[in-house]
């Protein structure tokens, strides 16, 4: 079983930047794939960063590609989204989420994840 928490989301004014963090617990914790998702208010969750369980492999929306960079420490079983340039139509709920596989790619769907953290609020304000 594994159980995240995310934390770091918050208020910024536009151009701004954020870092969101998701620890982790569980033994296999450092080697699962791991994905940041969003939720806007009246919108699907969408996918925004995925990274594969080394570290060495990543992926991003293209609406973020550029402005956000999504990493890990595993010693400390912490994944984090770092977001620059930030822009109103980043507000949303931000989630991380765990894929139970030892596979070494990463992941973009949400049906692929098994865990999912409680959320953090992250609102740009123009």
């Known amino acids: 079983q594994v159980q995240l928490v995310e934390s770091g989301g918050g208020l910024v004014q536009a151009g701004g930047s954020l870092r969101l963090s998701c620890a982790g617990s569980?033994?296999?914790?450092?080697?699962?794939?791991m994905g940041w998702f969003r939720q806007a208010l009246g919108k699907e969750r969408e996918f925004v960063a995925a990274?594969?369980?080394?570290?060495?492999?990543?992926y991003y929306a293209d609406s973020v590609k550029g402005r956000f960079t999504i990493s890990r420490d595993n010693a400390k079983n912490t994944v984090y989204l770092q977001m620059n340039s930030l822009k109103p139509e980043d507000t949303a709920v931000y989630y991380c989420?765990?894929?139970?596989?030892?596979?070494?790619?990463?992941?973009?769907?949400?049906?692929?994840?098994?865990?999912w953290g409680q959320g953090t609020q992250v609102t740009v304000s123009s």
């Open positions: 989420a765990a894929k139970q596989t030892y596979d070494s790619s990463w992941f973009t769907g949400f049906y692929d994840y098994d865990y």
């Open positions: 990274i594969s369980w080394t570290g060495g492999s990543t």
């Open positions: 569980g033994r296999t914790f450092s080697r699962l794939p």
